[in-house]
């Protein structure tokens, strides 16, 4: 089956430590995103990338980095700069050809940090 | 900066009762429309989308949106909802003919729907 694996579902770390949250897809989509959800907020973007070693920063990536080595994969990670990094984190792909086009998404990881 | 407005954060309705939520866009230019629905514990799926054409759109599961550019609104309805419809609705915007454009998400809107 085609679809974005999120791993792991849940993650709890100690504050001051960074963690890397997984993002792979297997649709052969080019583009990759990264978003954050907290209740209320909806969904905002932290980064996303159209093509292997390139990507942009969204409207909150301070405290987060990515890469993007290859088409699959698109690791997020959170960093101690991090200020309020509890959250839940959903990692997104779509087709970049051909017009617009939606995004699908990934079952997402909850960010617990303490 | 672009911005979408969803304007109630929640909703109780009883089943069979109507259903619209409202979704509002700030931008002026060439829009893509969508909704998302969040059902507990399931990943974000699309309900509906609009890029061009009849600005009444039909999605899965019975709902439908229309597009009306004059009020800058793509709201959200079904005629009769049933408990399986409790979830978290986004709307959510990206601009021009590209499929690389970041989607703008309005807050979401908790639909509680009581048997």
């Known amino acids: 089956d085609g679809g974005i694996t999120q791993s792991p579902k849940y993650l709890f770390r100690k504050e001051g430590q960074n963690v890397t949250l997984s993002c792979e897809q297997n649709?052969?989509?080019?583009?990759m995103y990264w978003y954050r959800q907290d209740p209320g907020q909806g969904l905002r973007l932290i980064y996303y990338s159209q093509i292997v070693n390139d990507f942009q920063k969204g409207d909150i990536a301070e405290g987060y980095s990515v890469s993007r080595e290859k088409k699959e994969s698109f690791p997020l990670t959170v960093t101690s700069a991090q200020k309020n990094p509890t959250a839940f984190y959903l990692c997104a792909s779509s087709i970049v050809a051909g017009g617009p086009h939606e995004q699908y998404f990934g079952p997402g990881t909850r960010l617990t940090v303490t | 900066a672009q911005s979408v407005s969803q304007h109630n954060h929640h909703v109780i309705l009883s089943e069979a009762a109507s259903l619209e939520l409202g979704c509002n866009y700030s931008?002026?230019?060439?829009?893509?429309l969508f909704w998302y629905v969040q059902y507990p514990g399931q990943h974000l799926q699309l309900l509906l989308k609009?890029?061009?054409?009849?600005?009444l759109v039909k999605g899965i599961k019975g709902f439908e949106a229309e597009f009306i550019k004059s009020k800058f609104s793509f709201n959200l309805r079904k005629p009769s909802v049933q408990w399986s419809d409790t979830a978290e609705y986004f709307c959510a915007v990206n601009r021009g003919n590209s499929g690389y454009s970041t989607l703008t998400f309005g807050k979401g809107t908790m639909l509680l729907v009581s048997p």
């Open positions: 649709l052969n989509h080019d583009a």
């Open positions: 609009y890029f061009s054409g009849d600005p």
């Open positions: 931008y002026g230019g060439t829009v893509n």
